[in-house]
């Protein structure tokens, strides 16, 4: 998971959480979740769905919600889920080897 959809995730979730619609908030969870291609990407969903959940019942979420929305940014690239560029692909050097079968 790349952080863009992390982080749209994280604020619908925060979003639908300030209009006390919990079973949406479930929902985007759930279906972020069973998207996701890897495990550490479910934990620290999971970790920021509890996060959200529990600044929610205690009243802190309209109060705290930038400080909540910077631990959840923290705890994605603390658990490095977001893999990075990498290396980009060796293209052919040939320049009559192309879409159109090969060289001569």
Known sequence: MDSFNYMVTIV???LVMQFNMAWMAFGILVISILTSKDLMTVIVLL????????AQAVGLLNAYWP??????IGLFYLFKLDKGGGQAEMYNPDPFGGLMGGGV
């Open 47 to 54: 970790g920021t769905g509890g996060i959200i959940y529990y």
């Open 12 to 14: 619908l979730i925060m």
């Open 67 to 72: 400080i909540i929305l910077l631990v959840a």
